[in-house]
């Protein structure tokens, strides 16, 4: 088998275990045409290396090159004439998952109020990117999840998310004001929508790309005077997301701390969240919910040691 063979067959493989892996595929394939440009029928670790060092950014060059180490790897397992690059080989990867801003009610309404004045004036579109961000921050969505909705999506149980990560589907309820939102929003799309099946399109009649609403976003935000300060990354359509589930464990802090812990399992499903690990994460991100976690513990504790 050629390397081109050798990333179509492992990228099926991926993709059949619920991974989109999208712009991974894209970057091996990338590599097998430079691989065989250079005459490889197996994984070379100076190739490797030659190819991921084209890439300006030494952040992404890390990237890529741990791509095909997970490649490499499985490939080693069956032809060991395949060599299996040094991960840190370009340096080390280091975790850089973004501060989040942790956006209050007030900043996520002037964003929604800003969206009702993009163009075109009374089309659809101001009103899409007006409920779009409002159920995102209700319910904590991804961007993917929110664009990929359909109008039959939206039912009297809750939201059928049907997109989610590593395809799975899971049912979201809604409060009642997010039912009435959604219905006010259905008027008018009903009014100048368009036939198109998705439940939030354009004035162009067709859904919108998550990146789409991603930078309309982040231009939102900037219009609304929310930037962050020097040299560091401003709020992000994610913030809503990571808004939502902070005050979702703000509420459910109790005394008890198995309160928490049963809220956390909650949470992560509501969330979509493959592993209770990656819902912990908002613990951790925001400092003023670890220390109402410490409080709990410390509470619970004196409660043990005063009953004993």
Partial sequence: ????????????????????????????????????????????????????????????????????????????????????????????????????????????????????????VGSITPLTFHYILGLIAATGLRRSEATGLLLTDLTADGLLIRKAKFAKRRLVPLDGSVHRAMETYLRQRKRCGGPDDHLFVLSTGRPMHPVYLATVFVKLARRVGLRAGPGQPGPRLHDLRHAFAVRALESALSTERRDVARHMLTLSTYLGHANTADTYWYLEATPVLLRQVSQATERLHEGRNNNG
């Fill in 1 to 120: 088998m050629t390397l081109a063979e050798h990333v179509q067959r492992y990228v099926t493989f991926r993709r059949a275990l619920g991974h989109a892996y999208v712009e991974p595929a894209r970057c091996l394939q990338d590599y097998a045409a430079y691989a065989d440009a250079h005459g490889d029928r197996f994984v070379r670790s100076s190739t490797v290396l030659d190819w991921a060092s084209t890439t300006p950014s030494p952040r992404q060059a890390q990237v890529k090159l741990r791509y095909v180490c997970d490649l490499a790897s499985v490939l080693h397992a069956d032809d060991e004439r395949h060599e299996v690059p040094n991960r840190d080989a370009l340096g080390k990867a280091r975790s850089r998952r973004p501060s989040p801003h942790l956006l209050s009610v007030t900043e996520i309404r002037r964003i929604m109020d800003a969206a009702l004045e993009l163009p075109p």
